[in-house]
């Protein structure tokens, strides 16, 4: 299972370090350090999905959190992004705290914190008050770096403030490792009371989520709730059975990066220098004045939506598949009226793009040969998920015996 988080993170790195050369050029950025601090972050994504003991997750959350607190104050002349890197780093400190006393707990219930000693402690009946204190703290600060509700409300405020490729990467990465760790955490060790914590944290994720982003004219904002939203519906795979729910949640969270990684890396091209150009109003007109870039933006929205021919369409349908097949079926009615609310919001951004004229003429510079490259992997894994999807599925239920065996 490791490998395959591993080959994931290591193309979301690879493609926003892509979109980056031509951020890091028009924001004036000097860049040494900001690629260091992609390379360190992508190490704690890796060490975090593969450790298999929680005090090396711990120290793999770190590492990895400490250069996305740095990364999101990156564009330092404005006060947006710093406010956006100390909410993050105080907020992310409590959610820290949390999962290391939730550690501590587990630790105090099973006389471990290896990952196999705890499975074997609680199948053995070993379920104690203090083993249910040590899931719920633990979750609270996983739940907090994937942006899932209640946990959320860092999220629109740091995504707006900060550098839109640094964003890219923290709405996916992270969260790849993130679900990771909830793929041991609750399928591996088995931990009790999670079907209830797993119900309430994917309802309300996708209800506020989506009602949040109907009411947003910012993209970067816009885009934090949908991220939100998108948590929610991988949720719903936790509480389904390994056999179904593992291979959902591998081909959600591989199909969400290409989609999303995609989508920012044209935001942080539209934007211009200083990002003054976010609004939906400034994507006016974009299918006239520059028809790739739309029809890319497009293809990544559609999948969002979860469109027959994109990634977006069998994530959807995997995960619903797994959670009513578990007998979840208000939860699953919950997500299908939420993706009917999410597709007004992800529609009229292309309404605004195909059938408005903006007022002003939002400047739109030459798309340079890196920026191709990574709309270029972005677009190919989107549309081949979409596709053909079963080899994706097969290689990702392999993972099963790995956690069940």
Same mark, same amino acid.
């Given at each position: 299972m490791c490998l395959r988080f591993h080959i994931l993170i290591t193309a979301i790195t690879a493609v926003v370090i892509l979109m980056s050369y031509e951020y890091m050029a028009t924001q004036q950025i000097r860049a040494g350090e900001y690629y260091s601090l992609i390379l360190l972050g992508a190490v704690g994504m890796c060490l975090m999905s593969s450790a298999v003991?929680?005090?090396?997750?711990?120290?793999?959350?770190?590492?990895?959190?400490?250069?996305?607190?740095?990364?999101? &104050?990156?564009?330092?002349?404005?006060?947006?992004?710093?406010?956006?890197?100390?909410?993050?780093?105080?907020? &992310?400190? #409590?959610?820290?705290?949390?999962? %290391?006393?939730?550690?501590? %707990?587990? #630790?105090?219930a099973t006389g471990s914190t290896g990952i196999?000693?705890?499975?074997?402690?609680?199948?053995?009946?070993?379920?104690?008050?203090?083993? #249910?204190?040590?899931?719920?703290?633990?979750?609270?600060?996983?739940?907090?770096?994937?942006?899932?509700?209640?946990?959320?409300?860092?999220?629109?405020?740091?995504y707006e403030g900060a550098p839109a490729p640094v964003v890219a990467l923290m709405s996916t990465g992270p969260k790849a490792a993130v679900f990771a760790v909830l793929l041991r955490v609750l399928f591996e060790i088995n931990a009790p009371g999670r079907l209830g914590l797993i119900w309430v944290t994917a309802a309300l994720s996708m209800t506020l989520g989506n009602l949040s982003a109907l009411v947003q004219h910012n993209v970067k904002r816009l885009l934090a709730y949908s991220s939100i939203a998108?948590? &929610?519906?991988?949720?719903?795979?936790?509480?389904?059975?390994?056999?179904?729910?593992?291979?959902?949640?591998m081909f959600y969270t591989a199909t969400y990066a290409a989609m999303n990684v995609g989508a920012f890396a044209i935001v942080s091209h539209l934007a211009g220098a200083g990002e003054r150009y976010v609004t939906i109003e400034d994507y006016a007109g974009l299918g006239r004045r520059s028809p790739l870039l739309a029809a890319a933006l497009s293809i990544f929205?559609?999948?969002?939506?979860?469109?027959?021919?994109?990634?977006?369409?069998?994530?959807?349908?995997?995960? #619903?598949?797994?959670?009513?097949?578990?007998?979840?079926?208000?939860?699953?009615?919950?997500?299908?009226?939420?993706?009917?609310?999410?597709?007004?919001?992800?529609?009229?951004?292309?309404?605004?793009?195909?059938m408005k004229e903006g007022g002003q003429e939002i400047p739109i510079a030459p798309t340079p040969l890196a920026l191709h490259a990574a709309l270029a992997i972005s677009i190919a894994a989107t549309l081949y998920l979409g596709i053909l999807p079963g080899r994706v599925i097969e290689f990702a239920s392999r993972s099963v015996r790995d956690l069940t065996q």
């Open positions: 003991e929680l005090v090396l997750i711990f120290i793999a959350l770190e590492i990895s959190s400490i250069s996305t607190y740095v990364l999101a &104050g990156f564009r330092r002349r404005a006060a947006i992004s710093s406010e956006a890197s100390v909410k993050y780093f105080l907020l &992310g400190s #409590f959610a820290t705290a949390f999962f %290391l006393y939730g550690v501590a %707990l587990m #630790f105090g196999s000693v705890i499975a074997q402690s609680l199948r053995a009946g070993n379920t104690s008050t203090l083993a #249910f204190a040590g899931i719920a703290l633990m979750f609270v600060g996983l739940g907090f770096k994937v942006a899932a509700a209640p946990f959320h409300i860092w999220t629109p405020d740091v998108h948590a &929610g519906y991988l949720m719903m795979a936790y509480a389904a059975l390994p056999a179904n729910g593992i291979p959902a949640v929205l559609l999948s969002l939506i979860g469109i027959p021919m994109t990634g977006g369409f069998f994530a959807k349908f995997y995960v #619903f598949s797994a959670a009513f097949q578990n007998s979840l079926t208000g939860l699953v009615i919950i997500g299908v009226l939420n993706s009917a609310i999410g597709a007004y919001y992800y529609l009229r951004l292309l309404v605004v793009m195909y």
